[in-house]
């Protein structure tokens, strides 16, 4: 196969070294115990910065200069040297998945616009049956209205007014992830339930919800598909796009796939189906060659 | 509030169709068990749920997005009653199709040349009537509904066709039945597109695209007529439906040609694209095969069909004619080149290939008249040639994602486009360039067409020209419908949108929307400041199920899900009696008022001649 030749070139590691080192990172992943994929995504980036930040501080601390480090950290240059020095690393995880999300509240009294930024490794987003990423993107960015029991304090009236709050992307990651809340809480249940809806993801995508109107072009390059019909169990497959193919990863089987097959992996506009293979986790890769500044 | 540069005083950005009037003010007296309306308003009035036409229920229950139900409205003329042309007299008209005819007749056993023969020719009319009558008893008693189709001997009257899983229906659209009078199986593959002529001048009007890339053209009234569940008479195109792979490794080509043959090819289990490729089911061979993705008649094109698939190529047909000579073609040198090559033997059927695109096209549409002719595909670009000089007029690239549908304004000045990125697009032929974007579905647009049956209120009549309604169904289950009046959109165009930053003429853009590019050059993506929006007028939630396609008629709207279930919504004023006869429901065309029938699914909207 392909991958097996280019494996040394492109520096992957095996599999299965991959979950030895896994499990001896996290207890939790030792026992058969099923485990969420978004989950385990977030534990795996989050340990990976906390790797390289150790590993970064270690020739740090010996010899007071920062270019041990320059190196470890992919190429980045002068953000360490010239930024405060509590600032936090940023580490190739951070340049591939990190975005940054500006929080808009503007308050209906004295219309004072408060943005507040923060960082994100994927978007978490809400489902609805029938729907595409597009109108979840959408009502990801849709405005909210903060009222009654949920009243926003505005520094300038300094007392708690009415506000609109919106999600905007200040700026969007190289690599988005995203992430379906296919895994839902319902309170007239009490209990967590698996949503089929069927959700379509084209295999390109545009983010309109930025701050500046990039139109920034994203290609899907993986999906994460969990089958099964509850949020207990199941099991999951994976569609990675290489060299131009898609390829179907189940457990120790590969195989390729055309492309037009991805969208068997949308969901089911039915609650009852016998079809139970839905994308959970979505990975698409910018192709716009500017995005990738640190 | 993302985007205020809507030109037109209309909303902007509002994707939720709750929010329109239309449908909050409406109250749930007339819901159906499912929670959704039988009705739906707009300013003129009331539409109404009058008739549902679905296939059998429980009958199949086939993996999605493999075989997308569209549908094709279908006029029978009454005439067998009346004795067809005698041979001299077609053969005057055009005697090669009348040969190409004879020899298909010959070549396809005796049973389907007396069906045919005497379906067409008055020197087998005794044949043929013994025949009918035979059939006709026949289906009296196994027929499995009211067939009232079948009872009508010369078939005369509108049907409805669509296809759902591996099944060709056809429906009586007159009927109140549910059921439908004909269901055509096909055991090698799913049928996906067709496409009918009711101008056909002999017996073959409907042409079946399947998903192993195999064509039939058939004549509707011998389907009628015949009370089995193939196909009969027809003639087969492109046989082994890989003939002209060009993305397919040639070692799966030749595994397929064996296994059809019923030949287990031993293949070694190393190249693991073949050991897929034995595991696949027949359904998913079209996938590798280069499927059919949309079929078309050519308007006035003496018989000439036109099929789409998924490898990027077009091929053109002649109707009836057996494909005996070589149907080879060159090489595509540049995949992403646009390219006609024309049959190297003239015996060749199909007799030209038009190479679009990289990737599939996922719809081909004729203007009216026959003169142009566009494409969408996978690559998300619109491209519009001129048919007969096989030239790239314009085009250009949706916002993301594939185009899923096109259609043509009946005076070809319009050509509206849906796809992934969620957005109904009007590209306009006299700018060469998207004038609007129609925001509003939740999800992929499925189906677009204009309703040239509509005519805006008489108030103002020196607007009229410019106005047009058009609708569109997505697969977030609902059907909008719009109104684009071009008077309030273009002139602003041509100045910096309201709502645009001072950072909005930098190069690029301004000249994207300043100057008309020049004839045959593709336009990039437009930026989503400086298209103008549409919002629409009304958002109808119309099934539980992705929709795959909507159709206009005089007095109805059709609007199809993609699991086969097809509606059809009365007009205002339309309805509140019952049709008798199948004339009430045919709309009269008058010479000014272009053809106006259509086909719904996601190869958009094809023009039919109704009942001229």
Known sequence: MQISSQKKKTGVIAPKRFVQRVKKQNELFRSYMHQDAHEFLNFLLNELVDILEKESQVPKSSS???????????????????????EPLVTWVHKNFQGILTNETRCLRCETVTARDETFLDLSLDIEQNSSITSCLKNFSSTETLNAEDKFFCDKCCSLQEAQKRMKIKKPPHILVIHLKRFKYIEQLGRYKKLSYRVVFPLELKLSNTVEDADSEYSLFAVVV?????????????LVKSHNHWLFFDDENVEMIDESAVQTFFGSSQEYSSNTDHGYILFYESIAPTSIKS | MIHNNSNNGMMSSSSSSSSNPNLSSNNNSQQSPSGLKTYFKTPEGRYKLQFEKTHPAGLLHYAHGKAVTQVTITH????????????TASSST???????????????????????????GTSSKSSFTGSYGRLGNTGAVSSTSGSPGISNYDGKGTYLIF???????????????KDPIKMINFSNSNPVCHAFDPEAKDGHDLIIGLNSGDVYSVSLRQQLQDVGKKLVGAQHYNKDGSEFGSTIPNQVVEIYRLMEN???????????????????????????VCRCTSVSWVPEGDGNFIVAHSDGNLYVYEKSKDGTGDSSFPVIKDQAQFSVSHARSSKSNPIARWHI????????????DGTYMATVGRDGYLRVFDYSKEQLICGGKSYYGALLCCAWSMDGKYILTGGEDDLVQVWSMDDRKVVAWGEGHGSWVSGVAFDSY?????????????????????QDTQMLLWDLAMDDIVVPLRRCPPGGSPTYSTGSQSSHWDNISPLGTLQPAPSMRDVPKLSPLVAHRVDNEPLSGMIFTQESVLTACREGHVKIWTRPGYGETQPSTSESVIPTISRDKPPSSAKVGSSGYKQVLIGL
């Open chain 2, 163 to 177: 296809n759902v899983g591996d099944t060709v229906y056809v429906s009586d659209f007159n009927s109140q039945d």
């Open chain 1, 226 to 238: 969990h089958v099964g019909s509850g949020p207990n169990h199941g099991h999951y497959v994976s």
């Open chain 2, 94 to 120: 055009s005697g090669v199709r009348l040969a190409a005819a004879r020899l298909l007749g010959g070549s396809n056993g005796s049973r389907s040349l007396s069906s045919f023969v005497g379906g067409n």
């Open chain 2, 262 to 288: 019923g030949i287990q090819p031993i293949v070694s289990g190393r190249d693991r694209y073949i050991r897929r490729f034995k595991e696949m089911k027949t359904d998913h061979i079209g996938e590798l």
């Open chain 2, 454 to 474: 509509w005519s805006p209120p008489s108030s103002d009549g020196s607007t009229e020209n410019n106005v047009y309604r058009f609708g569109s169904v997505g």
């Open chain 1, 64 to 86: 007071e200069t920062s270019s041990p480090s320059e190196k470890i950290v992919n190429g980045l240059k002068n953000v360490l040297a010239n930024g405060v020095h509590k």
């Open chain 2, 76 to 87: 029978l003329k009454e005439k067998l009653a009346q004795l067809p042309p005698t041979p």
């Open chain 2, 357 to 368: 695109c990289q990737g599939a096209i996922n719809g081909a549409s004729f203007s009216a």
